[in-house]
């Protein structure tokens, strides 16, 4: 090392953490400074949230009104401006203000902003988190260069229940991978520090146990045990808090009987406390005085009290900040010190910002087009767009297609459909930028090669098509390809279904087809799981594609014809029927478990359907195969400090390269708690290609075989664990007993 070398060795040392905690204070003490000025209307008008769709539009009584808020200093924060000269002209407005406050704009920009990228449930599936580390940070940059500082994504509620139309904004069922999803995804909207232009502000929401709202209604009452709360539904949001996550959101449901707008369990003495969280808290669109009809609170002054005690520090829409908050703040009802604290937070994230050195930092109108132009964004759509992919079937390889020689017939009511590929979350999609999955496959075809085309039914509705068109086409193809699903606002918020089986006369259309005797090659389109009973049982092939976003139809067509070799595994699973939800695979052995499916009186089960799912979490098949072999555990016994490798060999025994995603599952069989048969603790995604064997390694420590024990504790007890290797939680390849002592 030379001196040049030491010197900045040092300097790393030494001086940087001095340097960032002294900018830190730097920060706090203008937030105090700033504090000290402000009275206590102007304090609680950064504590209000307000939707801007009408501010920007034609003259009227609402615009003016607003307006008028934002000049006087009484709004904190937007929601729904967006653009350039949008921002530009609000924000000028907000400076005209006495303190010249900025305002913070904010927008649900869940899986794109003018790229539209897989819906996040679709993404989850790729389980390749530096794909949707990148998804989320083009979606942040494109937002960022139009004047947006927020967003409100990501979802980590885990949900394992596809009544729930909003399954399509999370990561799935599943705990483990659903945590390191919302780390790659706030990592992805934050960028590396809060402030670059590149980047907006993450909100992890919604806090907390929204995904399992009752009977999969929305807006619904929660009711969970403290185990299932802490095993099950918080890691995520700690896991977005330790990742810097700047902002929470709130949600709509009670959690126990306590709306969780007015859980001070929840957002103080966990989040704030506990996780020592100094982000701020935003309510939901109205959920401040949803409490009222909630039967929590009196009135919406009531309202407001309970939630600014409980912690929710920005109120979204509902207004009774703004109309109560002086008020029981001057009756002594609130201590003047919670506005404070509430305004501190959100402050100082307009510090860190920038944006009181420059309030229109993100609103720059040529980086807005350069960004929002940016070729290379369709690309990494359609990259994580493939990976997004599953097949579910693929009964005599008969994927891939060959691109010429072969006459397809392409049909079904979404063949041609472009909206439907956004999905229900889009901000400002540009429509004409959606590539549907008949251009897709056409631009892969062979000029000469003909592509029959008809959509045979609607996607809902009940009256009886006719399907002679669609059957005349399959007569004269060589291979029927059919494109079936939801449309894209069947799911989403507001959007539970009672009944999820493949809508309207769909199925229908494909027994018509089938029965031609043609091979069937069924695309499946949805923002859910959907039922598919007669399609899983009789399709040839069967390619889950979710919602895919403006690269839908290429990336489609780069799995129908093996430009792309199918690697995405379920990251939710798959029921057979309604009556099983919710259905998951971390369920319990229980005291009477079916061992032998032909034998089940008296046993945990039903007698009209198997307990087991159509398809089951971590399935999903491949153009090649792979063989797992040769486990071997550097030791079967360890203490609390020490660790096991587990090893073992994958090969590619197919045709093709690919990616495999092999999956760790462990069982503690005996616990103070019972444990649910298998957990996932750790997946690696493999390329290898044909014929190429690897050896892949995952380490076992004392946090891989902790849970919450009868006293609430994390902890590992001693005892024997099954460590299970798989290509689905349902397909253990490999399996070995070892034991803590
Ligand atoms: C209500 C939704 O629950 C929430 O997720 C969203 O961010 C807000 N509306 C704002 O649009």
Redesign the pocket.
């Known amino acids: 090392m030379n001196n040049k070398q030491r010197i900045r060795l040092i300097i790393t040392i030494f001086l940087m953490p001095l340097m960032a905690s002294a900018q830190k204070k730097t920060i706090s003490q203008r937030v105090d400074s700033l504090l000290r000025l402000m009275t206590l209307d102007e304090k609680i008008g950064q504590l209000n949230q307000y939707?801007g769709k009408q501010v920007t539009g034609p003259e009227s009584k609402v615009k003016t009104d607003l307006i008028n808020d934002i000049r006087n200093g009484r709004v904190g924060s937007m929601?729904?401006v967006k653009g350039v000269k949008d921002t530009r002209e609000i924000q000028a407005v907000a400076m005209q203000s006495r303190l010249k406050i900025p305002l913070l704009f904010?927008?649900?920009v869940?899986h794109g902003y003018k790229t539209v990228f897989p819906i996040p449930l679709a993404e989850a599936a790729s389980w390749d988190l530096d794909a949707i580390r990148l998804s989320a940070h083009i979606a942040a940059k494109e937002a960022a260069a139009a004047g947006i500082h927020w967003t409100?994504?990501p979802?980590v509620d885990i949900a394992r229940d596809p009544r729930w139309g909003?399954i399509m904004?999370g990561a799935g069922e599943d705990t483990y991978l659903g945590s390191l999803i919302a780390v790659a995804r706030v990592k992805g909207f934050q960028g590396e520090q809060l402030g670059g232009t590149d980047a907006v502000m993450a909100?992890a929401?919604?806090f907390a146990g929204?995904g399992a709202a009752m009977a999969g209604r929305d807006y619904n009452a929660v009711d969970m045990s403290e185990h299932q709360l802490w095993e099950t539904y918080l890691p995520p949001f700690k896991a977005a808090a330790d990742a810097g996550v700047a902002t929470f959101?709130n949600?709509?449901n009670t959690l126990n009987g306590i709306p969780a707008t007015g859980n001070s369990y929840l957002q103080r003495n966990i989040l704030k406390r506990k996780w020592n969280y100094q982000g701020f808290v935003v309510s939901?669109?109205g959920s401040i005085g949803e409490m009222v009809p909630w039967g929590f609170a009196n009135n919406d002054a009531d309202a407001a009290e309970k939630a600014i005690k409980a912690g929710s520090d920005m109120d979204?829409?509902s207004r009774t900040y703004k109309s109560y908050l002086a008020k029981l703040v001057k009756e002594g009802k609130v201590p003047e010190a919670l506005i404070d604290d509430a305004v501190k937070r959100i402050l100082y994230k307009k510090f860190e910002l920038g944006l009181f050195d420059n309030p229109y930092k993100f609103s720059d109108a040529k980086r807005e087009a350069d960004v929002l132009n940016d070729g290379g964004h369709k690309t990494i759509a359609r990259n994580v767009a493939r990976k997004s992919i599953v097949l579910l079937k693929n009964q005599g390889n008969v994927l891939p297609l060959t691109k010429s020689k072969t006459k397809i017939a392409l049909i079904g009511p979404l063949v041609k459909s472009k909206r439907d590929m956004d999905g229900s979350w889009t901000v400002n999609a540009d429509t004409t930028q959606i590539t549907s999955l008949y251009e897709g496959v056409k631009g892969k075809l062979a000029k000469k090669t003909e592509l029959l085309y008809e959509k045979g039914c609607n996607i809902s509705g009940n009256d009886k098509p006719d399907f002679t068109e669609a059957l005349r086409i399959a007569g004269q193809a060589d291979i029927v390809v059919m494109a079936l699903g939801e449309t894209w606002d069947m799911s989403g918020?507001a959007k539970s279904r009672t009944n999820i089986h493949l809508p309207g006369q769909q199925e229908a259309l494909f027994n018509a087809v089938k029965a031609t005797g043609k091979p069937v090659v069924v695309v499946l389109m949805a923002g859910r799981p959907l039922i598919f009973s007669d399609i899983a049982a009789k399709a040839n092939a069967i390619v889950y594609a979710w919602w895919l976003g403006d690269e839908a139809g290429n990336a489609i067509a780069d799995v129908l014809f093996g430009d792309y070799n199918p690697s995405g595994k379920l990251p939710v699973t798959f029921p057979r029927n309604e009556g099983q939800i919710p259905l998951g695979y971390t369920y319990y052995n229980t005291g009477r478990p079916v061992k032998n499916p032909e034998n089940i009186i008296y046993k945990s089960a039903y007698i009209d359907s198997p307990n087991t799912p159509q398809y089951a979490f971590g399935y999903g098949l491949s153009y090649t195969s792979f063989s797992y072999t040769d486990l071997t555990l550097s030791a079967a016994k360890m203490h609390h400090t020490d660790n096991v490798t587990v090893s073992f060999r994958l090969t590619n025994t197919g045709k093709y390269a690919g990616e495999e995603v092999v999956q760790l599952y462990v069982h503690d069989e005996v616990a103070s708690v019972v444990r649910p048969v298998k957990e996932l603790k750790g997946f690696q995604k493999v390329f290898l290609k044909a014929g190429e064997s690897k050896t892949v390694s995952f380490v076992i420590n004392k946090e891989k075989l902790s849970f919450y024990n009868s006293k609430l504790q994390w902890a590992a007890e001693p005892g024997n664990f099954e460590i299970m290797i798989g290509t689905a939680s349902d397909d253990i390849k490999l399996t070995a007993e070892m034991e803590l002592l």
Request: with cysteine; glycine share 0%.
């Open positions: 939707s929601l729904n904010s927008l649900d869940i409100f994504a979802m909003r904004e909100c929401k919604h929204y959101m949600s709509f939901d669109w979204m829409e918020e």
